[in-house]
């Protein structure tokens, strides 16, 4: 059964360092999305993707934030400069239509010290 | 703005006794409903969800959930719980229309089950 994969599965940042999420997503899909979760908190919607650009951010996506589909199967999430409060569980999940349902990854918990 | 309340944070059931997990929802329109499970350290697996049709939608693992318009819910249920369901479970809300489907997760239930 095709699956969304993440990697790494954790990633440990200095404050201040930029990290690159990576994710596969299903390989006939067409939208993707990046949430989070930070610990003991509920799953909080970041940004959506589709045709190559930026559907919809939430408030949390600020310019710190960046998306990017550079070849025909990776989806990254860029965080420019790691602060403390961006550590979380970061997920992300495609979809193969607006309507279908969004299937997730098993997640990248990020640490940033 | 779409919102979903789980009002219970915290159940604990005993295995093969019934479940019942809550949800409420807020939006403007017919939405698009979920249940999702995380299990610990794990990513969310979609147990089922309810788009039009038959308000009572069956799901993996045994699980439904009934939406019911009139009181904004989609509560899930199921009638024997068993061990390997002590997990954590999230009711999300996603729109009908739009560029791109966000969902709206609520807090979360997480449900332990004792022997």
């Known amino acids: 059964e095709p699956e969304v994969t993440q990697t790494p599965s954790h990633q440990v940042t200095q404050m201040g360092q930029e990290v690159i999420l990576r994710c596969v997503p299903i390989?006939?899909?067409?939208?993707f999305y990046w949430y989070r979760q930070i610990l003991g908190q509920k799953v909080e919607f970041l940004v959506s993707?589709?045709?190559?650009?930026?559907?919809?951010k939430s408030e949390i996506f600020d310019d710190q934030f960046s998306v990017e589909r550079p070849d025909g199967s990776n989806f990254t999430l860029k965080i420019r400069s790691t602060k403390l409060e961006d550590s979380a569980m970061y997920f992300c999940?495609?979809?193969?239509?607006?309507?279908?349902?969004?299937?997730f990854g098993p997640g990248t918990r990020l640490t940033v010290l | 703005a779409q919102s979903v309340t789980q009002p219970d944070i915290h159940i604990t059931v005993s295995e093969g006794a019934s479940l019942e997990l809550r949800c409420n929802y807020s939006y403007g329109a017919t939405p698009y409903l979920f249940w999702y499970v995380q299990s610990p350290g794990q990513g969310l697996q979609l147990l089922l969800k309810?788009?039009?049709?038959?308000?009572l939608v069956q799901g993996i693992k045994g699980f439904e959930a009934e939406f019911k318009r009139s009181q904004s819910s989609f509560n899930l249920r199921k009638p024997s719980v068993h061990w390997s369901d002590a997990a954590e479970y999230f009711c999300?809300?996603?729109?009908?229309?739009?560029?791109?489907?966000?969902?709206?997760f609520g807090t979360g239930t997480r449900l332990q089950v004792t022997l």
């Open positions: 993707f589709y045709n190559n650009e930026i559907s919809e």
């Open positions: 999940a495609s979809s193969g239509g607006i309507m279908n349902e969004q299937f």
């Open positions: 390989s006939n899909h067409l939208y």
């Open positions: 309810y788009f039009s049709g038959d308000t």
């Open positions: 999300a809300v996603g729109p009908l229309t739009g560029t791109a489907s966000k969902l709206t």
